[in-house]
């Protein structure tokens, strides 16, 4: 049976509407103050007492986030193009993405469909969260989508948050990987790709691209799940594109 919920508690709450607080900041003050809530319990509650944050008090938490993760055929965007891509919504079970095919790969095009694919994709969301996309995803895509004349969101018009980043400052691993992080928490799913696949995707075998793809699918559901664990340790605060 649910505890009823105190006096105190909904004092922490009714912060909502008079301050900048997210839902999420308010979940660890109830937290700290020795409740046991959860995160969900709390937005529950915030719903059912109708409590609604003016836009003047719009935060983080409360726009829409997307995973995001890219494969490619090498790391210089000048040189490379991308394989595939996929996008999560948070707590949305289907994963959007688009691969390369084989004639693309082979034509003067090449990745030009997917990059516009995916920068619409990405024009949904609001926060867009990646693992190491700071050095990588986010500047490749850039740069693809420059060469292709595809429009980009221009600086500031998307946040962007990279949990290496976070993984690095807030964990001690042994390595500040995806698959280090994932395997501490007991994630499943990060697999390493084998050379001989990432050989035969680069000139158009539908098999090995497929497995990448694949790959790549995996990589953002375990992202979303890497995030729900660190959320409590990491503030909400994102950057521009």
Same mark, same amino acid.
Request: glycine share 6%.
């Given at each position: 049976?649910?505890?009823?919920?105190?006096?105190?508690?909904?004092?922490?709450?009714?912060?909502?509407?008079?301050?900048?607080?997210?839902?999420? !900041?308010?979940?660890? *003050?109830?937290?700290?103050?020795?409740?046991?809530?959860?995160?969900?319990?709390?937005?529950?509650?915030?719903?059912?007492? %109708?409590?609604?944050?003016?836009?003047?008090?719009?935060?983080?938490?409360?726009?829409?986030?997307?995973?995001? @993760?890219?494969?490619?055929?090498?790391?210089?965007?000048?040189? @490379?193009?991308?394989?595939?891509?996929?996008?999560?919504?948070?707590?949305?079970? *289907?994963?959007?993405?688009?691969?390369?095919?084989? *004639?693309?790969?082979?034509?003067?095009?090449?990745?030009?469909?997917?990059?516009?694919?995916?920068?619409?994709?990405?024009?949904?969301?609001?926060?867009?969260? !990646?693992?190491? %996309? !700071?050095?990588? @995803?986010?500047?490749?895509?850039?740069?693809?989508?420059?060469?292709? %004349? !595809?429009?980009?969101?221009?600086?500031?018009?998307?946040?962007?948050? @990279?949990?290496?980043?976070?993984?690095?400052?807030?964990?001690?691993?042994?390595?500040?990987?995806?698959?280090?992080?994932?395997?501490?928490? %007991?994630?499943?799913?990060?697999?390493?790709?084998?050379?001989?696949?990432?050989?035969?995707?680069?000139?158009?075998?539908?098999?090995?691209?497929?497995? /990448?793809?694949?790959?790549?699918?995996?990589?953002?559901?375990?992202?979303?799940?890497?995030?729900?664990?660190?959320?409590?340790?990491?503030?909400?605060? /994102?950057?521009?594109?």
């Amino acid at each position: 049976m649910a505890t009823r919920w105190t006096e105190n508690e909904i004092m922490i709450l009714q912060q909502y509407e008079r301050t900048a607080k997210s839902a999420f !900041t308010l979940y660890q *003050e109830i937290r700290i103050a020795g409740y046991n809530r959860t995160y969900k319990a709390v937005t529950r509650k915030l719903e059912s007492l %109708g409590l609604r944050k003016p836009y003047r008090y719009t935060t983080g938490h409360e726009k829409t986030i997307g995973y995001l @993760d890219i494969e490619s055929t090498g790391f210089s965007a000048n040189i @490379d193009v991308m394989l595939s891509w996929c996008l999560k919504g948070r707590g949305v079970k *289907e994963v959007a993405g688009a691969k390369i095919t084989r *004639e693309e790969l082979m034509s003067e095009k090449q990745d030009a469909r997917i990059t516009e694919l995916l920068v619409e994709e990405m024009n949904k969301y609001d926060v867009i969260f !990646t693992y190491y %996309g !700071t050095r990588f @995803d986010i500047p490749f895509i850039r740069t693809r989508a420059l060469y292709h %004349g !595809t429009y980009f969101p221009l600086y500031r018009q998307k946040a962007h948050k @990279d949990l290496y980043y976070v993984v690095r400052s807030k964990l001690k691993l042994h390595r500040s990987s995806l698959q280090a992080a994932t395997e501490f928490f %007991g994630i499943a799913g990060k697999t390493r790709v084998k050379p001989d696949m990432w050989r035969k995707a680069r000139y158009g075998d539908e098999k090995a691209m497929k497995y /990448v793809y694949d790959h790549n699918v995996a990589d953002v559901v375990i992202l979303e799940k890497l995030h729900r664990k660190l959320e409590e340790h990491a503030p909400p605060l /994102v950057r521009p594109l």
